[in-house]
């Protein structure tokens, strides 16, 4: 599985971006997520979908704000982000979990990442 991540940049608080991750190889059996890495702090789960697509899971910090989605046709996923704020600037990475491993830390694959920066 390879996993290449788009759509970051810079936007002004309250206002949205997309993030676009697209997936090759069979993503059949796995969930995709995004995580996210601010400066000088730890990596951090954002949400996840489900291989089905049946189920979603956010962090605290987006929820209600940050939507995932998934393309089954074309592979693809999404992280759809309103009402940003400037704690939500990182890199964002797509990563891709293993069913077996659903809900654990590790994922098996990741994307290059794409940077959000949120200004006041």
């Known amino acids: 599985v390879q996993l290449q991540a788009s759509g970051g940049g810079l936007m002004q608080a309250g206002g949205s971006l997309r993030l676009s991750c697209a997936a090759s190889g069979s993503t059949f059996d796995y969930a995709l997520g995004w995580l996210r890495q601010a400066p000088g702090k730890e990596r951090e789960f954002v949400a996840s979908i489900t291989w089905s697509g049946g189920s979603t899971r956010y962090a605290e910090s987006v929820k209600g704000r940050f939507t995932i989605s998934r393309d089954y046709a074309k592979n693809w996923v999404y992280l759809q982000m309103n009402s940003l704020k400037p704690e939500d600037t990182a890199v964002y990475y797509c990563?891709?979990?293993?069913?077996?491993?659903?809900?654990?830390?590790?994922?098996?694959?990741w994307g290059q990442g794409t940077k959000v920066t949120v200004s006041n």
């Open positions: 990563a891709a979990q293993h069913k077996i491993r659903y809900g654990l830390r590790h994922y098996d694959y």
